[in-house]
């Protein structure tokens, strides 16, 4: 499995089935995208390759965004002063699933800022980064709200 298609599918878990989705018009589910350098545009479905991809793959599945989808984007725009805020605000914000790309940087600010709403998070390596603790207790039970993906790897 590519790990587009992982992150996706993790989405999707955590959102729901397509059939769902369909069903929750009413009730749209909410993603918050929580960015350190990209520009509004480029977190759209027609802007960078891997959101195009990730957006793409979720109305396939049928959640379209401004139908039954919301999508909120937190953007930093190369300014590391406003990680915290930005994780702060998307926090605030409660959405269903919370998607940080860019590195462990955001993940690391959301982290301790919520226990309840999932966490999906792009990262070179989740486990050195400390994003996910590796130990006898957490691989018995892991954190309810803890997701990552390893880029730069297959999985």
């Given amino acids: 499995m590519r790990r587009r298609e992982f992150v996706t599918a993790t989405a999707v878990l955590v959102l729901g089935t397509s059939a769902r989705a369909q069903s929750n018009a009413r009730m749209p589910k909410r ?12 977190v759209t479905i027609n802007g960078t390759p891997g959101f195009k991809a990730y957006l793409t793959e979720l109305k396939r599945l049928g959640y379209v965004e401004r139908e039954n989808l919301i999508v909120e984007r937190y953007l930093a725009l190369g300014r590391p002063e ?14 269903d699933l919370i998607f940080a790309t860019g590195g462990g ?49 297959s999985i």
């Fill in 31 to 42: 993603i918050a995208i929580v960015d350190p350098i990209w520009k509004p545009e480029e």
């Fill in 105 to 153: 940087s955001i993940a690391l600010q959301l982290k301790p800022l919520t226990t309840n709403i999932p966490i999906i998070a792009i990262t070179p390596d989740p486990v050195a980064t400390k994003i996910v603790m590796v130990s006898p207790s957490a691989a018995a039970a892991p954190a309810e709200n803890e997701r990552a993906v390893m880029s730069g790897h």
């Fill in 82 to 95: 406003r990680q915290a805020e930005i994780a702060r605000a998307a926090v605030a914000s409660h959405p």
